[in-house]
């Protein structure tokens, strides 16, 4: 395709997909306004973790079809994917996707397509993009061509979805969608379903607010679980035998850049009717306080004075270096606030983002009174006890996430004790 891009956001989304379209003979101008990710990327090295983004990345600036900076270039398409967060209000920050849509106003021009890839609460096109764009004096729809297609991809397999999953375009009008379809046939391999822009974006929204209702469920049934002797894991596969029922699992809360923040548009577009929806993102909005408190009365039931806690996982889900909304950063926040001693320790964060962060799993479990698994990464669930059992002044766990063999931590000489399960037993029980 001759046409050229310019993908404004080159985070978890913006990045992979500016490599996919460089990689299939697209040029392709990236642009971010971190300074340093910008200077990363062009010199081939990563600032996010993607399975397979580092060998990709590599051709694509080696081709010469993709470069990167701080500012825009023309070209013939725009696609802007920047974050779209949560206030501390649960109201919609739409600060950036419209800081990203003025950015490039000077560099539109007639017969030009935007396409808005950030997840943003319905009528954000028509009602924030659009008011911007009309600002380059081309008629919208004829001159200039508008269209939404929502990401829809799961960290840590963003490569393999972005082909093979099925994709929603929502234009303005007809041309705009056409024109957008042709854009992702370049690698989409799954079907393409046309829609218009305001639900394309409901679509998304809705997408993500199903699953934060399941899992808020599961969170319930947990907790349940525990008040009358149940295991609501082995409850819960068991019911999804039934060919009907899909059940989540439950888990110390819900992080990431969509279930944890998406469902909050709905509230707050429609307060008076998004009852279940309100009550589901505050059951999962519950879950850090539940899990730092489960902490607490475990230790306090053992008598342990001053304990010391060490957090195992931080990023929202496994195997990936994705912090944002992260339950785990909440956990720990309340247990600190319990004035424990406290380490944390994640092996796909390279970076330490608070004091109480190591780089080293001996460091952090040295003298713990409890390990806490927040996240199911693979690096915890093929981790040894043997190997770090003797470094703990008590041997406790707590597994969150229903992640690790308890036989074998038993064996190891440990008290398992796991979210949403009653059962928590010793090897002597």
Not at 172 to 182: F, G, L, Q
Not at 230 to 237: F, G, Q, S, T, Y
Not at 400 to 419: H, M, Q, S
Request: charged content about 25%; proline content about 5%.
């Amino acid at each position: 395709m001759s046409k050229k891009i310019c993908i404004v956001g080159l985070g978890y989304i913006g990045l992979p997909t500016a490599v996919m379209f460089a990689n299939h003979g697209v040029k392709v101008h990236g642009v971010d306004i971190n300074e340093k990710a910008v200077e990363m990327i062009r010199n081939k090295q990563l600032h996010i973790e993607e399975n397979g983004l580092q060998e990709r990345l590599t051709k694509a600036i080696e081709s010469g079809n993709l470069t990167v900076s701080t500012q825009p270039e023309k070209a013939d398409v725009f696609i802007i994917a920047v974050p779209s967060p949560i206030n501390p209000d649960k109201t919609a920050n739409l600060d950036y996707v419209r800081s990203a849509t003025e950015a490039i106003v000077p560099f539109v021009e007639k017969g030009n397509l935007v396409i808005l890839e950030s997840t943003v609460p319905p009528r954000t096109v028509e009602d924030v993009m659009m008011p911007v764009l009309e600002k380059t004096g081309l008629e919208m729809g004829t001159d200039l061509f508008v269209s939404h297609s929502p990401e829809r991809v799961i960290p840590g397999k963003v490569f393999e979805e972005l082909v093979k999953n099925d994709r929603i375009v929502g234009g303005i009008n007809e041309e705009s969608s056409r024109m957008t379809v042709e854009l992702y046939r370049t690698f989409v391999e799954g079907e393409i379903h046309v829609t218009d822009a305001t639900t394309a974006e409901m679509v998304k929204v809705i997408e993500n607010t199903y699953r934060d209702v399941n899992i808020a469920f599961a969170n319930e049934l947990a907790k349940i679980s525990e008040k009358i002797g149940v295991n609501a894991w082995e409850a819960i596969k068991l019911a999804n035998y039934h060919p009907r029922v899909n059940i989540h699992f439950p888990g110390p809360g819900v992080g990431g850049h969509c279930i944890a923040v998406d469902p909050w548009f709905m509230v707050e577009l429609q307060p008076e009717l998004a009852k279940m929806i309100h009550l589901a993102r505050t059951t999962n909005d519950s879950m850090p306080a539940y899990t730092a408190n489960k902490v607490k009365e475990i230790l306090e039931a053992k008598g342990i004075q001053h304990p010391r806690v060490a957090a195992l996982g931080l990023a929202f889900k496994a195997n990936i270096d994705d912090m944002r909304e992260s339950p785990s950063i909440e956990v720990v926040e309340h247990i600190k606030s319990f004035n424990f001693d406290l380490s944390a320790f994640d092996p796909h964060i390279k970076e330490n983002k608070f004091e109480q962060q190591t780089q080293s799993l001996d460091e952090a479990v040295n003298h713990a009174d409890m390990l806490v698994i927040l996240t199911d990464h693979k690096y915890f669930k093929e981790l040894d006890p043997n190997s770090i059992a003797d470094k703990l002044r008590t041997k406790v766990v707590l597994d969150t996430k229903n992640c690790i063999d308890r036989e074998t931590w038993l064996k190891a000489g440990f008290e398992v004790y796991t979210l949403g399960d009653s059962k928590n037993v010793t090897l002597n029980a």
